[in-house]
C-alpha cells in the first residue's frame, strides 16, 4: 500500500475549495457545511468534534499516544479538520477561525433546520444526528445556523433576552422547562418553539426528537437568542426590565447602577450595553455572588486580580470601575470586543497564543453569550475601531 503525506494545510486548501463549490452552487450552500462533513466522515465523530474544538485536540493527543487504538479514515479526517481551526461547523467571532453570527437568521430558518431532525433517536448527553439529548439538540440546531449556544439547558436559559410569556413567543424562542433534573431557576429542559402553541424537543429517553403541544402551565422561561434580528430587538417589556431597572442592549440594569456603568464605559471607550452584559452574565448583578473556583463579587474577580488593580471585589462600585477599566485595556490591545470578553474570560495570554478567542469550549459560549446580551453584531464585535 502506498500511503501519500498530506498536510494540514492542503487539507484546509481543499476544505476552503470546497465550501467555496457549495457556495457557488445553483441552489446556494448546504444548510450546514457540519452535516455535509459529517455525513462524510461519520456523524458522531465530525459532529461532536467540530463543534467542541477542545474535544478534537483531546482526540488528536490519543491517536498521538502508542496506546492508542487504530481510527479509521473517517475519525482522522474529522480529528484533523477540527483540530486544525477550519470552523467548518462551530460558530463564533473574533478569531477568524470560526464562522461569524448572521443577522440574517430568522425563527422560522430556525424551526426548519430543527424540522430536519425528527426522528432522531434520544441520546442522553448526544450532541450530533445520531442521536440528540435536549439541549444538544439546540446547540446543533442554532449552531447549523452559525449561532454559537453553550451546551446545557441551564446555560442557555441565561443566552439573549428573556420573553415574559408564551402569548409574546415567536418562532425559534427557546422555552424552558424544570424537568426531571432541573428546577424553575435552572432548568433542565429546553425546546424550540415552533409557533400555534408548538415545540419541537428531544423529550427523554426512549422518544425521538418530535413536535408536540408545549406543556404551557410548565413553561419556567422563555429567551430570545438570534442576535442582531429585527425580531430580538426588545422593549422594556420583552426584555423583563421590571421596577427599578433600566434596559441597556438586551439586560435590565438595577438603576442603582446605571450611572457607574455608563460614566465606567465612557471613560474606558467601550459600549455600556457590553459592560452590562459582562456584569448581568457574570453574576446577575449579586454583589456577594462567589464561584466555585473562588471568583467574588458583580464582576467575579478573582482575590489576586482584584488585590492587584487595588480595588475591594464585594464592593459593587469599585468592581465595575474595575471590569470596566479591563474591559478597556483589553479593547485597545487586542482590537476588538471579542477578543477583549475572551481575555477576561480566559486570561489574555490565551488570546495573545490562540490570535484570537481561544478554543475553549468556555470561552468559546461566553463571547457569543455575552455579546448577545449586549445586542452587538459580529461585525461590531469583531471590531472595536
Same mark, same amino acid.
Given at each position: 500500500?502506498?500511503?501519500?503525506?498530506?498536510?494540514?494545510?492542503?487539507?484546509?486548501?481543499?476544505?476552503?475549495?470546497?465550501?467555496?463549490?457549495?457556495?457557488?452552487?445553483?441552489?446556494?450552500?448546504?444548510?450546514?457545511?457540519?452535516?455535509?462533513?459529517?455525513?462524510?466522515?461519520?456523524?458522531?465523530?465530525?459532529?461532536?468534534?467540530?463543534? #467542541?474544538?477542545?474535544?478534537?485536540?483531546?482526540?488528536?493527543?490519543?491517536?498521538? +499516544?502508542?496506546?492508542?487504538?487504530?481510527?479509521?479514515?473517517?475519525?482522522?479526517?474529522?480529528?484533523?479538520?477540527?483540530?486544525?481551526?477550519?470552523?467548518?461547523?462551530?460558530?463564533?467571532?473574533?478569531?477568524?477561525?470560526?464562522?461569524?453570527?448572521? +443577522?440574517?437568521?430568522?425563527? %422560522? #430558518?430556525?424551526?426548519?433546520?430543527?424540522?430536519?431532525?425528527?426522528?432522531?433517536?434520544?441520546?442522553?448527553?448526544?450532541?450530533?444526528?445520531?442521536?440528540? #439529548?435536549?439541549?444538544?439538540?439546540?446547540?446543533? &440546531?442554532?449552531?447549523?445556523?452559525?449561532?454559537?449556544?453553550?451546551?446545557?439547558?441551564?446555560?442557555?436559559?441565561?443566552?439573549?433576552?428573556?420573553?415574559?410569556?408564551?402569548?409574546?413567543?415567536?418562532?425559534?424562542?427557546?422555552?424552558?422547562?424544570?424537568?426531571? @433534573?432541573?428546577?424553575?431557576?435552572?432548568?433542565?429542559?429546553?425546546? =424550540?418553539? &415552533?409557533? $400555534?402553541?408548538?415545540?419541537?424537543?428531544?423529550?427523554?429517553?426512549?422518544?425521538?426528537?418530535?413536535?408536540?403541544?408545549?406543556?404551557?402551565?410548565?413553561?419556567?422561561?422563555?429567551?430570545?437568542?438570534?442576535?442582531?434580528?429585527? $425580531? %430580538?430587538?426588545? +422593549?422594556?417589556?420583552?426584555?423583563?426590565?421590571?421596577?427599578?431597572?433600566?434596559?441597556?442592549?438586551?439586560?435590565?440594569?438595577?438603576?442603582?447602577?446605571?450611572?457607574? =456603568?455608563?460614566?465606567?464605559?465612557?471613560?474606558?471607550?467601550?459600549?455600556?450595553?457590553?459592560?452590562?452584559?459582562?456584569?448581568?452574565?457574570?453574576?446577575?448583578?449579586?454583589? @456577594?455572588?462567589?464561584?466555585?473556583?473562588?471568583?467574588?463579587?458583580?464582576?467575579?474577580?478573582?482575590?489576586?486580580?482584584?488585590?492587584?488593580?487595588?480595588? #475591594?471585589?464585594?464592593?459593587?462600585?469599585?468592581?465595575?470601575?474595575?471590569?470596566?477599566?479591563?474591559?478597556?485595556?483589553?479593547?485597545?490591545?487586542?482590537? %476588538?470586543?471579542? @477578543?477583549?470578553?475572551?481575555?477576561? $474570560?480566559?486570561?489574555?495570554?490565551?488570546?495573545?497564543?490562540?490570535?484570537?478567542?481561544?478554543?475553549?469550549?468556555?470561552?468559546?459560549?461566553?463571547?457569543?453569550?455575552?455579546? %448577545?446580551?449586549?445586542?452587538?453584531?459580529?461585525?461590531?464585535?469583531?471590531?472595536?475601531?
Amino acid at each position: 500500500m502506498t500511503v501519500t503525506t498530506v498536510t494540514l494545510s492542503e487539507i484546509q486548501a481543499t476544505l476552503a475549495q470546497m465550501q467555496a463549490s457549495a457556495a457557488a452552487a445553483p441552489d446556494g450552500p448546504s444548510p450546514g457545511f457540519a452535516t455535509d462533513l459529517a455525513d462524510a466522515t461519520g456523524l458522531q465523530s465530525a459532529g461532536a468534534l467540530l463543534s #467542541d474544538p477542545s474535544a478534537a485536540d483531546g482526540a488528536a493527543g490519543n491517536l498521538a +499516544s502508542a496506546d492508542a487504538a487504530p481510527a479509521d479514515q473517517s475519525d482522522l479526517l474529522a480529528i484533523m479538520l477540527a483540530a486544525g481551526g477550519t470552523g467548518a461547523g462551530a460558530s463564533g467571532v473574533g478569531s477568524g477561525s470560526t464562522a461569524p453570527v448572521t +443577522s440574517s437568521v430568522t425563527g %422560522s #430558518d430556525v424551526v426548519t433546520e430543527a424540522e430536519r431532525f425528527e426522528g432522531t433517536p434520544y441520546v442522553w448527553g448526544g450532541t450530533s444526528p445520531s442521536g440528540f #439529548d435536549c439541549s444538544g439538540l439546540v446547540q446543533y &440546531v442554532y449552531g447549523q445556523l452559525g449561532i454559537s449556544l453553550p451546551r446545557t439547558s441551564e446555560e442557555q436559559s441565561q443566552v439573549g433576552a428573556p420573553v415574559p410569556g408564551l402569548s409574546e413567543a415567536q418562532p425559534g424562542d427557546l422555552l424552558f422547562f424544570a424537568g426531571s @433534573d432541573g428546577t424553575p431557576s435552572a432548568p433542565g429542559h429546553v425546546g =424550540i418553539y &415552533v409557533g $400555534d402553541g408548538q415545540m419541537i424537543d428531544a423529550p427523554h429517553t426512549g422518544t425521538s426528537v418530535q413536535l408536540q403541544p408545549v406543556p404551557t402551565d410548565q413553561v419556567v422561561a422563555i429567551r430570545r437568542v438570534l442576535p442582531g434580528a429585527p $425580531d %430580538s430587538e426588545p +422593549s422594556e417589556t420583552t426584555a423583563g426590565a421590571d421596577a427599578g431597572s433600566t434596559l441597556i442592549g438586551n439586560v435590565p440594569v438595577p438603576d442603582q447602577y446605571v450611572a457607574t =456603568i455608563e460614566q465606567s464605559s465612557a471613560t474606558n471607550a467601550i459600549p455600556a450595553s457590553l459592560l452590562s452584559a459582562l456584569l448581568y452574565h457574570e453574576s446577575r448583578f449579586e454583589t @456577594d455572588a462567589v464561584s466555585q473556583a473562588g471568583a467574588e463579587g458583580i464582576a467575579q474577580f478573582m482575590p489576586a486580580t482584584a488585590a492587584g488593580m487595588g480595588i #475591594d471585589p464585594m464592593d459593587p462600585i469599585q468592581s465595575i470601575q474595575g471590569a470596566a477599566q479591563l474591559l478597556g485595556n483589553y479593547t485597545r490591545q487586542f482590537g %476588538s470586543y471579542a @477578543d477583549a470578553l475572551a481575555a477576561y $474570560d480566559a486570561g489574555p495570554g490565551a488570546v495573545e497564543q490562540y490570535g484570537g478567542v481561544p478554543p475553549y469550549a468556555e470561552t468559546q459560549a461566553y463571547v457569543p453569550s455575552v455579546l %448577545s446580551l449586549a445586542g452587538l453584531s459580529a461585525e461590531a464585535a469583531g471590531s472595536a475601531s
